[in-house]
Nanobody
């Protein structure tokens, strides 16, 4: 059974930082690209970032230069370092398993976790 469990969310002031983690199990983590997607209140899912099996990454324009995605294949864990947070980053953040090994700039995935809330407010 595929399981994805996010952690690390919380409340921060604008300009602050958070590091999200996603513990994966039930599949060969190193064989799949992974992604982060988010959903703000009243809005649809938004693609944030993807990382392929080699560690190559891509980002939505709205987070480029502020967010960094990494993976630890030995620990089956995905990370998202979020710096210079803005109020518009407030959302539920989900990690998701991609369908293949390559990066796709979309919200398409086959499994996602339950999410972790990030709130950016002064």
């Amino acid at each position: 059974e595929v399981q994805l469990v996010e952690s690390g969310g919380g409340s921060v002031q604008p300009g602050g930082s958070l590091r999200l983690a996603c513990a994966a199990s039930g599949f060969t983590f190193s064989a799949y690209a992974m992604k982060w997607v988010r959903q703000a209140p009243g809005k649809g899912l938004e693609w944030v970032s993807s990382i392929n099996i080699y560690g190559g990454a891509d980002y939505a324009e709205s987070v480029k230069g502020r967010f960094t995605v990494t993976r630890d294949n030995g620990q089956n864990t995905l990370y998202l370092q979020m710096n210079s947070l803005k109020t518009e980053d407030t959302a539920q953040y989900f990690c998701a398993k991609a369908r293949g090994a390559s990066i796709t700039r979309s919200t398409d995935f086959d499994y996602r976790g339950q999410g972790t809330q990030v709130t950016v407010s002064s």
